[in-house]
């Protein structure tokens, strides 16, 4: 059964730090992993998505890893501005399900001007 | 091009009443999904439907939650006879084949 961690559970910077949220899986086999953003009451937004044989994957500020071999991914944010602030969640599709996202329980940011 | 379309957005209801959630997919999907967020914890899984096919409902509760999604019309959540433990956050989720997924933006379920 797959687990998925997020460390930390809740993060606060000031404005214009660069940051590392990260994310821990169980099982190795996965399809891809997935990175989203989540605004207060508000639904997913996709932010990354890294299938299994890459490494990484960009979008503007933002920068996600992905090493299978010890279960971990990383999301990396440049310059950190408020409009940043909210629950980023990652999400593990495993190769044998093929559907079924498993997900960490998010880390909330905080980015203070 | 509309995404995912989840109403209502809140709903409230009493202990024992029915709990009817709907949920379109994006134009061109046949996929659905959907997910309750409990408070303080992450989404998970419960039921992965394909038109008139339930495929996998291993993350729903056995008794009281059905869902479907029929030919003509939205995907239906229902939750039967509420308690106030089923108080979440349930997201639907879409898409044109079994991956990836485009997500709406939730029903708040809420339980007097």
């Known amino acids: 059964k797959q687990e998925v961690t997020q460390i930390p559970a809740a993060l606060s910077v000031p404005e214009g730090e660069n940051l590392v949220l990260n994310c821990s899986f169980t099982d190795s086999a996965i399809y891809n992993l997935q990175w989203f953003r989540q605004d207060p009451g508000k639904g997913l937004t996709s932010l990354l998505l890294i299938q299994s044989s890459q490494r990484e994957q960009t979008s503007g500020r933002l920068n996600a890893s992905l090493d299978k071999s010890s279960g971990r991914s990383t999301l990396y944010i440049a310059a950190s501005q408020p409009g940043d602030s909210a629950t980023y969640l990652c999400a593990a599709l495993n190769s044998n399900s093929g559907y079924a996202l498993n997900f960490g329980k998010g880390t909330s940011l905080l980015v203070t001007p | 091009n509309a995404g995912v379309m989840q109403n209502p957005r809140h709903l409230v209801r009493r202990r024992g009443q029915e709990a009817r959630l709907r949920c379109s997919p994006m134009?061109?999907?046949?996929?659905v999904y959907w997910y309750r967020q409990l408070p303080e914890e992450g989404l998970k899984f419960m039921v992965y439907l394909q038109k008139e096919n339930i495929i996998d409902e291993s993350g729903m509760p056995k008794e009281r939650f059905s869902a479907e999604f029929p030919k003509e019309g939205p995907s239906i959540l229902r939750i039967q006879q509420v308690v106030r433990g089923d108080s979440a956050a349930y997201f639907c989720?879409?898409?044109?084949?079994?991956?990836?997924?485009?997500f709406g933006d939730g029903t708040r379920l809420s339980i007097l």
């Open positions: 989720a879409s898409s044109p084949d079994s991956k990836p997924q485009h």
């Open positions: 134009k061109g999907h046949s996929h």
